[in-house]
């Protein structure tokens, strides 16, 4: 059962293999392929890492489409068939994601770190804090505002799991869930005092906007690796549902080759680095392609 193929409700009249409508002259020749990629959001809505330089779309005729959600959406749009690619940041729920058939060939895309950022004044006193967990610890035992993208975000399950190590329970009128994405908690943070966990590219983005300090840093800043934020790509398993697999394949190809992986490397937020690119190395980690359980045994 779990091999049948399903077909997603696309409605934008393309064929499985990607290729869009041929030209109106009864050539036959395909004019365009187009790629959904369903992407965990970040500072900048549509990185230009995430879309080929205009060279390569022409050599293969391939424009993307980017359909920026936060990653538990992202993932939730593959499962549905309605994208050929997800890039996201939580690999528990990546991992569950394949494990269920609905994704394949995962690779190790790039990374960046957490930060738990709040208030100049620091009313929880975290700034002599290193370890993210204790900073949590203190911010509940101070009872001061927290806020939570409560989104089902890769942000929000590493919140999640922060909270599951601490000593102490979210609730209460000092933890709060916005509902909303990085920037617009960002915002309610400055704005109302708060504490909550971003990734460090999407502060960059937003700290000219915000009077939010960084207390705690991830692994770029000499963290610990608890803040880790690492990115897969992963492409919709094309015996699910009916998507451009091909198109998808090669999209992998180009972010995890040394063109993609320039790119990212040099893509900026605020004029700074944002990611680290991961995908080429010459000791592959062989894990990065099948759920973390599987790769131990």
């Known amino acids: 059962m779990h091999g049948r193929r399903r077909r997603s409700g696309r409605s934008d009249g393309r064929r499985r293999d990607g290729r869009g409508d041929a030209d109106g002259g009864g050539t036959g020749r395909v004019s365009t392929r187009r790629l959904t990629l369903a992407t965990a959001t970040t500072g900048v ?17 391939v424009r993307v489409k980017t359909l ?19 890039v996201a940041h939580a690999r528990s729920a990546e991992d569950e994601f394949i494990r269920a058939g609905h994704g394949v060939n995962r690779r190790a ?9 709040g208030p ?18 203190r911010i509940a035992a101070a009872d ?17 799991t922060l909270w599951s190590r601490a000593d102490a329970s979210p609730g209460g009128r000092w933890y709060q869930a916005t509902g909303d994405g990085m920037g617009d ?8 005092g708060a504490y909550t966990l971003v990734d460090r590219g999407t502060y960059r983005v937003f700290a000219a906007d915000t009077d939010l300090a960084v207390f705690v840093e991830g692994p770029l800043g000499g963290g610990p690796d608890l803040l880790l934020n690492e990115y897969g790509v992963v492409p919709v398993n094309p015996a699910r549902h009916d998507v451009a697999y091909e198109l998808a ?3 992998v190809g180009f972010l995890t080759g040394r063109g993609g992986q320039s790119l990212i490397r040099k893509f900026r937020a605020a ?17 990065q392609y099948v759920p973390e359980s599987a790769s131990d045994g």
């Open 249 to 251: 394949m090669l999209y």
């Open 45 to 61: 809505r549509r990185p230009a890492c995430w879309t080929p330089p205009r060279g390569v779309a022409d050599r293969f005729g």
């Open 120 to 137: 100049g004044d620091d009313p929880a006193d975290i700034a002599d804090i290193a370890d993210p967990v204790a900073a949590f610890e």
């Open 144 to 160: 001061a505002l927290f806020l939570s993208r409560g989104d089902d975000s890769g942000t929000h399950a590493r919140e999640r």
């Open 185 to 192: 908690t960002l915002r309610q943070s400055s704005r109302r």
């Open 271 to 287: 004029g700074e680095r944002a990611f680290v690119p991961d995908a080429l190395s010459p000791d592959p980690q062989f894990g």
């Open 68 to 86: 920026s959600q936060g990653t538990g959406a992202a993932l939730r749009t593959a499962r549905d068939g309605d994208a050929d690619v997800v």
């Open 109 to 117: 895309l790039m990374h960046n770190d957490f930060l738990v950022v």
